[in-house]
């Protein structure tokens, strides 16, 4: 297998808020529906069941009138430090696991978004579409933080 850093989307962000808050903008479905997708996408959740094997089925609604089911499972889910999501794809064609980090930084918190894919080739084909919409993601997942009451 390819190393790791070859197939790999990898981002991060301060945002302005503890890591509680950010957890919570990602493990409460309302707040999530609100950010989670590049700009112009809305969201249909169908299932999410936060919990390490738990599975998320969500539609992602993009701009060009389409809709794109999406599966998941969560793997992994620290609180409020960390969580790994699976993207599972029926035909093979777009798998990769997200794991999204938190730590803290003063008040504030370095968010570590990280997409590792099954291949540097597929990770090069989806690279153009990818790491602006991650970009995206997070600054979505800024904007939505001010809307979360300290938990």
């Given at each position: 297998?390819?190393?790791a850093?070859?197939?790999e989307?990898?981002?991060?962000?301060?945002?302005?808020?503890?890591?509680?808050r950010?957890?919570?903008?990602i493990?409460d479905p309302?707040?999530?529906?609100?950010?989670?997708?590049?700009?112009?996408?809305?969201?249909?959740?169908?299932?999410f069941?936060f919990?390490?094997?738990?599975?998320?089925?969500?539609?992602?609604?993009?701009?060009?009138?389409k809709?794109?089911?999406?599966e998941?499972?969560?793997l992994d889910?620290?609180?409020?430090?960390?969580?790994?999501?699976?993207?599972?794809?029926?035909?093979?064609?777009?798998?990769?696991?997200l794991?999204?980090?938190?730590?803290?930084?003063?008040?504030?918190?370095?968010?570590?978004?990280?997409?590792?894919?099954?291949t540097?080739?597929?990770?090069?084909?989806?690279a153009?579409?990818?790491?602006?919409?991650?970009?995206?993601?997070?600054?979505?997942?800024q904007?939505?933080?001010?809307?979360?009451?300290?938990?």
């Amino acid at each position: 297998m390819e190393p790791a850093a070859a197939r790999e989307c990898d981002h991060s962000r301060v945002i302005d808020a503890p890591p509680a808050r950010v957890f919570k903008a990602i493990a409460d479905p309302t707040h999530l529906t609100r950010w989670f997708g590049p700009d112009g996408f809305t969201s249909t959740f169908h299932e999410f069941d936060f919990r390490p094997g738990g599975l998320w089925r969500v539609d992602l609604h993009g701009p060009d009138g389409k809709t794109y089911p999406n599966e998941y499972v969560f793997l992994d889910i620290v609180e409020p430090k960390r969580v790994v999501i699976e993207h599972l794809s029926k035909d093979g064609s777009h798998h990769f696991i997200l794991t999204i980090t938190l730590a803290p930084d003063g008040a504030r918190t370095r968010v570590a978004w990280k997409q590792v894919f099954d291949t540097a080739d597929h990770r090069d084909q989806v690279a153009p579409f990818v790491l602006p919409a991650n970009e995206q993601n997070l600054d979505r997942l800024q904007a939505e933080v001010r809307n979360v009451h300290a938990p």
